[in-house]
């Protein structure tokens, strides 16, 4: 059971990553985001943004994810 759990993850991040990896393919592309600001937890506006490529970690650090989405529209807000 344990293996299993632990392949799915595996199998998750190598998705994910691949997601991610293909994203950067484009130089000076822009990634759309579904956004929630730091600062604005208590009364969240999750949101969809485009940032450059290299901003990406930053986001995913603080709970962003990858969306494809129309910029500036309202997205759902995932718990970590």
Known sequence: MKKTLVLLAL????IGMTSYNSVQAAPGAKVTLCHVDPD???LP?????????NA?????????Y???APRGTACELVAP
């Not at 199998?11 to 190598?14: E, P």
């Not at 999750?46 to 490529?53: G, R, T």
């Open 45 to 53: 506006n999750p949101h969809v943004i485009e940032v450059s490529e």
């Open 66 to 68: 990858l969306i494809d």
């Open 40 to 42: 604005e937890l208590e």
């Open 11 to 14: 199998a998750g991040l190598t």
């Open 56 to 64: 990406v970690p930053s986001h995913l650090d603080h709970g962003d």
